[in-house]
C-alpha cells in the first residue's frame, strides 16, 4: 500500500529533529480509546507516527491502549468534543471516531450523542483547517436507516426517522457529513466520510451492548440468547482489522475522495444465523430468547462497496467465522473464562443492539 507520508516502521523523529518532520508524522486520533480508535493508535505507532489521542473515556478503555500510554511518541489526551480542541503540537491527520455507536450507550443522553456529533465535528474541523490536515469522518450506515434497497450504495439517501430513538445518532452522523462536505466545499479542507457498517472483533467492550459481543458473553455465560423480533433482520459483519485497513486506505489515498464510502464486509447473515454460530462455535447450550424487536431497527443491512474495491482496491479478507474464532477467545479472556463455559466475572450486558 502507498502511504501518504510513508515512513519506515519504527523510525522515530527525534526530538532535536524539525517541528515540520513531527507534523508529517503526526495523526490525531478522537475517540482513540475506543474499539476502533485504539487500533489505528496501534497501527500508527507501528508506522512511526507521533498520535495524540483523545478521548472523554465515557464509553473508550484505557486498557486499550495498554503499552502504547507509555511511549513518548504517544499523547493521551481527556477531553470532550464537544469542547473546542487544542493540540500541544502540529498534525496532519485527523480522525474523528468520537462518538459511542452501540445504541444503548448513546441513548444514555441522547442529547450530548447529537452535540458530540455536531459541534464534535465542527471543533475537529475547524482543526483541520488551522493545521492544514486531512480530516476523515467515520460516519455510519445508520445514515441509511431502515433502507428500503439492498445492498447499500452511497448515493442511496435513506429511509429515515428524525425523531425516533436512534435519531440523535442517525441523524447527527448525517449532519456531520454535511458539515463535512461544506467544510470541504466552502474552505477547501480536505475531508474523507467513511460509512462503517457493523464491525466487531478484539477489542470490544463486554458491556458494549451490540448483537456480537451480547451473543458472544451470553454464550459464554450460558445464559439465553436474546433475539429481537424473529431474528430474520439481516446484518454484514465486518472485522476490525478489516475495516481499520479500509479506514487507512482511504485517509492515504491521493485521490480527490471527499464523497461518502461503505467500508464494510458485504457478506449478509440474518440475526438468527448469527445466534447459531456462536452456540456452535462457543459450544454453549444457551436458549433463544425472543423480544420485541426496537423501534426504528433497520430490517436489512448490507453495503455496496463497489466505490472502496475501485478507489481504494480495498475488501475484506476475515470472513465471519475466523473473526468470531479470535472474537470468541477475547471475550474468553475478558470474563475471565474457563474453556468455553463459565465465567468468574459477573458481567450483565445491556440491551442488545443490532
Known amino acids: 500500500m502507498n502511504y501518504v507520508n510513508d515512513v519506515k516502521l519504527n523510525?522515530?523523529?527525534q526530538r532535536d529533529e524539525p517541528q515540520s518532520l513531527w507534523s508529517a508524522r503526526a495523526v490525531l486520533i478522537a475517540g482513540g480509546a475506543g474499539f476502533l480508535g485504539s487500533w489505528l493508535c496501534h497501527r500508527y505507532i507501528e508506522m512511526g507516527y507521533r498520535v495524540y489521542c483523545l478521548d472523554d473515556l465515557s464509553t473508550g478503555r484505557l486498557s486499550n491502549l495498554g503499552e502504547l500510554l507509555r511511549l513518548p511518541q504517544f499523547v493521551f489526551i481527556k477531553h470532550d468534543v464537544v469542547h473546542p480542541i487544542s493540540l500541544p503540537?502540529?498534525?496532519?491527520?485527523?480522525?474523528?471516531?468520537?462518538?459511542?455507536?452501540?445504541?444503548?450507550?448513546?441513548?444514555?443522553?441522547?442529547?450530548h450523542t447529537l452535540r458530540t456529533n455536531v459541534s464534535g465535528a465542527l471543533n475537529l474541523l475547524?482543526?483541520?483547517?488551522?493545521?492544514?490536515?486531512r480530516i476523515l469522518q467515520a460516519s455510519t450506515s445508520e445514515v441509511y436507516g431502515d433502507p428500503a434497497i439492498s445492498p447499500q450504495r452511497e448515493s442511496y439517501h435513506g429511509n429515515v426517522n428524525t425523531v425516533g430513538p436512534r435519531s440523535c445518532y442517525d441523524e447527527g452522523k448525517r449532519a456531520a457529513e454535511t458539515l463535512f462536505h461544506d467544510?470541504?466545499?466552502?474552505?477547501?479542507?480536505?475531508v474523507r466520510i467513511a460509512r462503517i457498517f457493523n464491525t466487531y472483533g478484539p477489542g470490544m467492550d463486554p458491556l458494549d451492548g451490540r448483537v456480537v459481543s451480547n451473543f458472544i458473553i451470553q454464550a459464554l455465560k450460558g445464559a439465553p440468547i436474546t433475539i429481537y423480533g424473529d431474528g430474520s433482520q439481516t446484518r454484514s459483519f465486518c472485522y476490525r482489522d478489516d475495516l481499520v485497513?479500509?479506514?487507512?486506505?482511504l485517509m492515504h489515498s491521493d485521490r480527490d475522495l471527499s464523497e461518502p464510502v461503505n467500508i464494510g464486509n458485504?457478506?449478509?447473515?440474518t440475526i438468527a444465523e448469527l445466534a447459531q454460530k456462536v452456540l456452535a462455535m462457543t459450544?454453549?447450550?444457551?436458549?433463544?430468547?425472543?423480544h420485541p424487536l426496537p423501534q426504528d431497527d433497520p430490517r436489512q443491512r448490507r453495503p455496496d462497496i463497489t466505490s472502496a474495491r475501485q478507489e481504494l482496491g480495498w475488501e475484506p479478507t476475515v470472513n465471519l467465522d475466523r473473526g468470531l474464532?479470535?472474537?470468541?477467545?477475547y471475550f474468553a479472556t475478558e470474563i475471565g473464562a474457563s474453556g468455553a463455559h463459565g465465567g468468574q466475572r459477573s458481567l450483565r450486558a445491556p440491551a442488545q443492539a443490532v
Open 11 to 13: 523510525h522515530f523523529p
Open 89 to 111: 503540537g502540529p498534525v496532519s491527520l485527523i480522525y474523528n471516531m468520537a462518538c459511542p455507536a452501540s445504541p444503548p450507550r448513546y441513548q444514555i443522553d441522547p442529547i
Open 126 to 133: 475547524e482543526l483541520a483547517s488551522l493545521h492544514g490536515a
Open 183 to 190: 467544510y470541504h466545499i466552502c474552505r477547501g479542507v480536505d
Open 245 to 249: 485497513e479500509g479506514l487507512m486506505r
Open 266 to 269: 458485504p457478506g449478509e447473515f
Open 283 to 290: 459450544g454453549s447450550t444457551s436458549l433463544l430468547s425472543y
Open 325 to 329: 474464532e479470535a472474537t470468541i477467545a
